[in-house]
């Protein structure tokens, strides 16, 4: 047992040291590795040459992220996908917090500096004020 938790405790360290100075996992590696696994998943079905390569691209391409030891242009490439991504992250979030309270809360966004409000459901029709910009608009919850 006790051998074990040395091999243990020397391959951790050696692990570690390998990837001092590294990149590691940043939001475009992870996304890259998403879509890797999700391409994937279609070609066990498709058995498509197309689909392989791009799996391998995808995958090679987390892979080079991770191990990368120029930080400084792989953080201006992660910026650069999170300004590009911003819009489709913000309705993500905002599906999944409807979803999360469904039962409770209903959500709108203002029309003039796109803030999301949260309201109370079933309450009928009301009269909702932008904290942020004060827009008064009428929705049914």
């Known amino acids: 047992m006790n051998r074990m938790r040395q091999f243990g405790y020397m391959l951790s360290s050696r692990l570690a040291q390998f990837l001092y100075g590294r990149n590691g996992f940043d939001n475009l590696a992870r996304t890259c590795n998403a879509v890797a696994i999700l391409l994937l998943v279609i070609n066990i079905f498709a058995q498509s040459t197309i689909i392989y390569f791009l799996w391998v691209a995808f995958f090679g391409y987390s892979i080079f992220r991770v191990y990368s030891k120029n930080i400084p242009k792989r953080y201006a490439e992660n910026q650069k996908f999170m300004e ?58």
């Open 84 to 141: 590009i991504t911003e819009v489709p992250r913000k309705y993500m979030k905002l599906v999944g917090l409807q979803w999360r309270d469904r039962s409770v809360s209903r959500y709108y966004i203002c029309k003039c500096c796109h803030q999301q409000i949260r309201v109370p459901k079933g309450k009928g029709r009301i009269e909702i004020r932008c904290p942020k910009c004060g827009n008064r608009f009428i929705k049914k919850t």
